[in-house]
């Protein structure tokens, strides 16, 4: 009897067990069996098809922000720029993508990342082949701002396709490897920069018409990126995330088949999982027309400004809008200072003084230039070019080498000590380092502090990224991406252009300021949501 009292209570046992099983099978959501279904497709093939295109993506767009830094010196006279055009140059792309942003991150939610990624690159190759022809200063200035309009268009849905065809178990580590693509393309536009910028390249069709200068091979040489994504992209599918959202399951369930089919080998049919219903019921949706997905995607963004999502938002805005002022600005202008010490050093004999006093006689030189030029009212008579030399480059690439090393240490530890400790400790290392200019005479000093602030400023932008494609639902995911970067790039925008002011008022000034301003961000990392805790399970929203 006691057996049989035994065998029952492991049946009952086992009953309450596959009940339970049951039930939790039916309460999983959409979301949750598709990032089982990304899972179990693995990461393979298919995704690696997808991080070349984003690489070719990434460096199709850091060109458009990079390159003008690098022919400030090479087109000084070429185009008759003072310090506040070489400003606005620098700026233009930000205020392409500050007008375009709120309408580009609306439609990509509602229309999808496959059609934005593939004209948006197709427009950036026809800016390219614009700027390269440019013979005059406001032509250049067309093409950038052109630039920063199809910019706006790919930068979100660069990053959302990152994430969203990637499975929870490896996110945080492929998008700090999608944030070192930035890294290796400052790499590369400096080294092609070195490799084009340096050759005494002048070619004259029509002489005073049609020019052409290095400067202008370089420009030409950017818009081979922007064709390599842009054919990657049309062979890549939509997101299956996005897909969903707007229910269409059986395509979304297709292009899941497709990645683990690329992945693993195996034919299609082989897939185990049939639906992202939990009843195992297809649901396949009427036809929706664009006017409706616009008004889905209406409804849906409403969510974005309610709470709390709305203070999620607010907070991400501040500190992206407060770094990029400080990270943009010292970037952009970064080639332009080595070559500013480059020259000193080639004046002087080799020696170096402090770093104030280099970047202060700079700016005298060139306001007595100007007022010159405002004097005998021709601008070509007076100026000299300051032509950058192999030290500039070498900068430049030694600031992308430092962004690369501390992004793959931060994908090494991130998961030991957490990505708001590791930005905290980022932006207190990056105060520092721009502090320090101050007392610093070395040039390979001067090098490595202004690199090393750079780097440090865009490996914790990259960890924020993180945190902020884990904290937004998909349905608005691309839009609040670039509302922030919207506010984000207006703060480039305003670092790029009050730079050269603050330089003019005092070489310190400017230093002083980014430290302070960075060590307020690092106060605000605390109050930055952590994905992990808040939404493990799902590992998506």
Request: with cysteine.
């Amino acid at each position: 009897m006691d057996r049989i009292d035994m065998l029952n209570n492991i049946a009952s046992f086992t009953s309450i067990k596959t009940t339970v099983k049951i039930e939790n099978e039916a309460t999983k959501t959409p979301m949750q069996i598709l990032e089982e279904a990304l899972e179990y497709s693995k990461f393979g093939y298919f995704n690696y098809k997808l991080m070349f295109a984003t690489l070719m993506a990434v460096f199709s767009y850091t060109s458009v922000t990079t390159t003008s830094s690098y022919i400030l010196s090479s087109a000084e006279c070429d185009l008759n720029m003072s310090i506040m055009q070489k400003g606005l140059l620098n700026a233009m792309p930000f205020f392409g993508q500050v007008a375009a942003a709120p309408f580009t991150g609306f439609v990509t939610d509602a229309l999808g990342r496959k059609m934005f990624l593939v004209w948006g690159h197709a427009g950036m190759l026809a800016c390219a082949l614009l700027e390269g022809t440019s013979q005059s200063y406001w032509m250049l200035l067309l093409g950038k701002l052109l630039d920063g309009i199809f910019l706006s268009f790919t930068f979100s849905a660069t990053a959302v396709m990152v994430t969203e065809f990637t499975h929870k178990g490896v996110r945080d580590k492929v998008l700090l490897v999608y944030s070192s693509f930035m890294s290796s393309s400052l790499i590369l536009c400096a080294l092609v920069a070195w490799g084009i910028l340096t050759k005494p390249w002048d070619f004259i069709i029509i002489k005073g018409y049609l020019e052409f200068h290095p400067w202008n091979m370089y420009l030409y040489s950017t818009a081979l990126s922007s064709l390599i994504a842009m054919i990657l992209y049309i062979h890549l599918p939509e997101s299956p995330k996005f897909l969903l959202t707007l229910g269409k399951e059986s395509e979304a369930l297709e292009v899941i088949k497709r990645i683990y089919h690329e992945n693993s080998g195996q034919p299609k049919d082989s897939f185990p999982i049939t639906s992202f219903n939990a009843s195992g019921v297809h649901f396949t949706p009427e036809n929706i027309s664009i006017k409706k997905q616009l008004t889905n995607a209406l409804f849906q963004s409403k969510e974005l400004f309610m709470r709390p999502l709305i203070f999620v938002l607010m907070l991400f805005a501040t500190s992206t809008f407060v770094n990029l002022f400080a990270y943009s600005a010292l970037r952009l202008w970064f080639p332009q200072i080595s070559t500013i010490i480059e020259n000193h050093q080639s004046k002087h004999g080799g020696e170096t003084d402090r770093f104030c006093v280099m970047i202060d006689g700079y700016t005298s030189e060139l306001a007595n230039n100007v007022s010159l030029a405002a004097a005998s009212n021709s601008i070509s008579d007076v100026c000299v070019p300051h032509p950058a030399g192999a030290d500039t480059y070498i900068n430049g690439i030694i600031l992308g080498f430092l962004s690369l090393a501390l992004i793959l240490i931060s994908t090494a530890v991130v998961d030991f000590i957490g990505q708001k400790l590791l930005m905290f400790v980022l932006f207190i290392a990056c105060a520092t380092c721009s502090a320090a200019l101050y007392w610093t005479s070395s040039s390979l000093s001067i090098g490595l502090l202004l690199a090393g602030t750079c780097a440090l400023m865009q490996c914790a932008l990259s960890l924020q990224n993180t945190v902020l494609m884990r904290s937004v639902p998909t349905s608005v995911r691309a839009l609040a991406l670039t509302l922030i970067i919207m506010l984000g790039r207006v703060g480039s925008l305003v670092g790029s252009v009050l730079f050269p002011v603050m330089l003019e008022g005092g070489c310190m000034f400017p230093f002083m300021t980014l430290s302070i301003i960075t060590l307020g961000v690092a106060g605000l990392v605390y109050f930055f949501p952590n994905p992990k805790k808040e939404n493990a399970e799902a590992g998506d929203k």
